[in-house]
């Protein structure tokens, strides 16, 4: 007997029916309308929308599917640009992902999908380093990223590929020795690391059985592993390989490249004189040198030694090989009033700094000071122009002692301004503000905001900034969903980072001493690259007849007046930034539990506890995070926020041990540049403070 359905209900049965069959999951859709958005929606892509779709019953390009999932997407050469999103870990059964020959610039970010068998990101213009998800894609079998501008040095992150076929990290300018777990690529048979600047040797790879091997171009040295020799495939040239007899189990470079030993016969031949030469020249000027310094070594006082002593106090420089020779100490992970007693001692006291260092600043200031006559100035006219007569829609933020706006000049330029409330001056007369705006244009790193310019008439005063086009750290945390400004755990640690830097500047590179007394997350402002950008730097003076400086949350215990603050404040401060960066947490938020409301109260028992360490990371992250790499993140933050002023590290100690921080990351991009260059953004709309 026929089953007989009214019209309306076949309809809607149909209609379901559809829907089961042709409809992509949703997370799949969400994921591919964040990329689309990501490649700045490129007509190209057709099918392809940045809101809602069917990809998998309306023919997307490049899109591949297996029932309602998307399984494969191959998006090669056709001339994409922008970024390529945060949502792709919802393609949870894409396999094969290839973005590659396109001109697509940014991280890697760490949402890749997460079972994909095959990634081709290579021909693009990515910057920073591997993906740490990478670390976790058991059945990868192919990963391509020849070819763009990849820095920094391979962290231990290859031990769970035991699939992994083919790497190619070519032509990029990875650094560093080869990691250890390279040895646990059981199935490589195809290794490309030519034109790069690793070094060191290239035992780890003696136990693979590979059948392609290219290290052209590179920095290696030492000799070549016997084993490798039978590599049918096999290039070497372009490295700095030990030509002296190979210890057992070694051969020289001639012996393993054949097409090259002659040349590198009459090389090593050419130079044997050459080295001889150059010994025997050596040994002469040590001689000569330990006779002249025995001549004069009774002329040298010991304050001179001193001295000398005192102005070589090491100081963290912004390099990129910064990671070579960091040992790998658990020192970090004791007891916060344990490490700070032993690991973490202070170069000098809060209350004073040797007379040799200031002396030897002050030398090196001095030049500078005598061009100081006049600073780059703007009229009212002119800013009043350049915002709008300040209005509303030019306004970035307020802070503490006035407004910021967002300022556009006629010849493009955009800076920002912030206007200086005159009941903040607190009396002061327009001289004192000039000796204000002399002080602030000393400072110079690449991690502070730099002043380009003042304003000073009668009632008015402006300082003129660098615009920096992401807004600010406050922003990114507290006012933004996790998918339109994500922070990945990398960004998080190098903005730290690059903040430490900064503040180490101030109090123990700069003379004199500058304590910064409004250190907080809206005055961490963020550049294209998400660099961090120190605010408000050299704006103390204006502080000292008020206690409201700080937002709530971020005072230390000791700071019960102006007077109090001292460079062991600032430490505080920037370790509730730390949590900040840690939890997504506000440092105080009274919509919370009670329990709850203040961060550093809630948090501070439980930073050595890692199950309730991973619990209370910010839900943002995804879990996507190396966990050494957390708790010793949490390790700093309790020792920056001691109760005790005394225990709390100096700056440079804390830098050092963020520097540990970032070797257990798989951090490679460049952090905060040179100390004489800072870059520059002057576009868009964000939030200032």
Not at 76 to 102: A, C, E, H, P, R
Not at 200 to 205: D, I, K, P, Q, R
Not at 355 to 368: I, K, L, Q, V
Not at 439 to 456: A, M, R, V, W
Request: aromatic share 8%.
């Amino acid at each position: 007997m026929a089953l007989h359905l009214p019209p309306l209900l076949l309809l809607l049965f149909l209609r379901l029916s559809g829907l089961v069959h042709g409809t992509t999951d949703p997370p799949d859709v969400s994921a591919l309308n964040d990329l689309y958005r990501s490649l700045n929606s490129p007509s190209q892509l057709t099918g392809w929308s940045s809101s809602g779709g069917d990809p998998c019953g309306n023919d997307w390009q490049g899109i591949k599917c297996s029932g309602s999932s998307v399984t494969e997407i191959i998006l090669s050469g056709l001339g994409l640009t922008g970024t390529i999103g945060y949502q792709l870990s919802s393609l949870t059964s894409v396999t094969y992902f290839d973005l590659s020959k396109n001109n697509l610039h940014g991280d890697i970010p760490y949402q890749l999908p997460p079972n994909a068998i095959h990634i081709d990101l290579s021909g693009n213009v990515f910057t920073g380093g591997i993906s740490y998800s990478i670390s976790q894609m058991t059945d990868l079998n192919y990963l391509n990223l020849a070819n763009n501008q990849l820095s920094g040095q391979l962290t231990d992150m290859f031990r769970k590929l035991p699939s992994l076929s083919l790497l190619d990290l070519s032509f990029n300018h990875f650094s560093g020795t080869l990691p250890q777990s390279f040895g646990s690529l059981s199935s490589l048979k195809t290794l490309r690391l030519q034109n790069n600047q690793f070094s060191g040797s290239l035992g780890v790879l003696a136990t693979l059985s590979l059948d392609d091997l290219n290290v052209q171009n590179n920095q290696f040295t030492g000799w070549i592993p016997n084993k490798l020799k039978s590599i049918d495939d096999f290039k070497i040239d372009g490295n700095s390989w030990s030509s002296g007899p190979a210890p057992p189990g070694m051969s020289t470079a001639a012996d393993s490249n054949g097409g090259s030993s002659s040349m590198y016969n009459k090389q090593t031949a050419g130079l044997k004189g050459a080295a001889i030469a150059v010994i025997v020249i050596a040994v002469l000027v040590v001689i000569l040198i330990l006779m002249a310094f025995a001549k004069r070594r009774s002329s040298v006082s010991s304050y001179y030694m001193e001295e000398q002593f005192s102005q070589n106090r090491s100081f963290t420089p912004l390099v990129d090989n910064e990671f070579a020779g960091v040992k790998d100490t658990s020192s970090v992970g004791l007891k916060a009033t344990e490490t700070a007693a032993t690991a973490l001692k202070e170069p000098f006291a809060d209350t004073q700094k040797s007379f040799t260092d200031n002396d030897f600043a002050n030398t090196f200031n001095s030049r500078r000071n005598t061009d100081l006559i006049s600073f780059p100035t703007y009229s009212l006219a002119d800013l009043q122009a350049a915002t709008l007569n300040f209005s509303s829609s030019s306004l970035l933020g307020q802070g503490n002692i006035g407004q910021v706006y967002k300022a556009k000049f006629a010849d493009g330029k955009v800076l920002a301004v912030k206007k200086i409330e005159t009941l903040n001056l607190s009396g002061r007369c327009s001289h004192d503000f000039m000796e204000i705006v002399s002080d602030i244009f000393k400072l110079h790193h690449p991690n502070i905001t730099e002043l380009l310019g003042y304003c000073s008439e009668p009632d008015y005063q402006f300082l003129i900034y660098e615009f920096q086009q992401n807004g600010s750290l406050h922003g990114f945390l507290h006012l933004s969903d996790d998918y339109s400004r994500p922070l990945t755990w990398e960004t998080r640690v190098r903005i730290a980072l690059g903040t430490a830097r900064a503040v180490e500047y101030l109090h123990e590179v700069h003379s004199p001493s500058v304590i910064h007394k409004n250190i907080k997350s809206s005055n961490i402002l963020l550049d294209a690259e998400l660099n961090p950008h120190l605010a408000d730097c050299g704006l103390a003076p204006f502080f000292e007849d008020t206690n409201e400086n700080l937002g709530p949350g971020y005072n230390a215990p000791e700071c019960t007046k102006p007077s109090a603050y001292t460079r062991k404040s600032d430490v505080y401060s920037f370790g509730v930034i730390m949590l900040e960066l840690l939890t997504g947490r506000k440092p105080f938020d009274s919509s919370k539990p009670r329990i709850e409301q203040s961060l550093v109260r809630w948090v501070a028992p439980q930073l050595h506890d890692i199950d309730t360490l991973e619990r209370m990371a910010d839900p943002a992250l995804h879990g996507l995070y190396p966990p050494k790499s957390l708790s010793r993140f949490a390790d700093i933050v309790a020792l920056c926020i001691q109760l005790e002023p005394e225990f709390r590290p100096a700056m440079s100690e804390v830098v050092q041990a963020l520097v540990h921080c970032v070797h257990c990351t798989s951090i490679n991009k460049r952090i905060g540049g040179d100390l004489g260059a800072s870059r520059r953004s002057d576009d868009s709309d964000s939030g200032y403070y």
